[in-house]
């Protein structure tokens, strides 16, 4: 039996449970996928960054990298980096996860769902750009202290000490030399992404004729997993000459002198457009693929422990 004012109060009650907590929810679900599956492919992110930065001499590959530095320095080495990695993406995770759960759900309160349901893929982009842009800002200091550690392993010994050297020998602009070509790698990576990601699995519910909620965890969790290599696959595709100029202008000396524009032309020139896009390739396919897939699959499953469940868009249309 409906009360009156029912039908009015009806929209806001299907979103009461997207409150300040659930966005705290998010945010901590995003921060530690991201933490932990960053972390875990530290080893191969090394060698990806050293093919990046010396492809003569990292020329055989993903095992043959691996096989040069445990041969040169020792396993430790692989580890190089580790705790800015660790922390640094636990932040932009925050961000980043917390930061598209609010922008999309606001869009599809401010829209309505079957306009929101019309424009999913302008509302994945736009929610996936803004949180980047944010979370960015504070993963580059954390980055540029990392890819610093990795190019010279003599750098620093750990992550504070690290920090101190960078500031004292650069500043605060040090901590923000690759911010623009950050900005270039990571938001058409995250815009990506989300799109992809969301696109497969709305795709793989429908073609089951099942919403999340009718399935169980397990199947959830597999369509988390297997729409997230698809989707890390593509978004390092697209993201890679970005990650290619960010690994070499957080290089010392690299890219000449002159404004941060003109470092990034040169370095580009001297590389040339296509081993811009193909060195390193191999290895950041398996380590975006495997990682996107991770952190899509622990996302949902922290979300799950907290007692929150992500938000998926709804065609208004299907329950007619």
Known sequence: MSTPGSVLLAPSDAYAKYDAMYYLKGAAAGGICCSITHGALTPVDVVKTRVQLDSAKYNNGLIGGFRTIIAEEGAMALTTGLGATAAGYFIQGWFKFGGVEFFKINAVKAMGEEKAWDNKTAIYIGSAAGAEFIADLFLCPLEAVRIRSVSDPTFSTGLADGFSKMAAQEGI????AGLVPILAKQIPYTCAKFVVQGSVADAMYASMGKTPAELSSGTNL??????????GVASAIISHPADTLLSKVNKKGAGGDGSMMKRLMNIASEIGFMKLCTVGLAPRCVMIGTLTAGQFGIFDTVMNALGAS????HNPAADH
């Open 173 to 176: 602009g040090g901590f923000y």
């Open 310 to 313: 992500k938000y998926h868009f």
């Open 222 to 231: 597999g369509i988390s997993l297997l729409s997230g290599v698809i989707a």
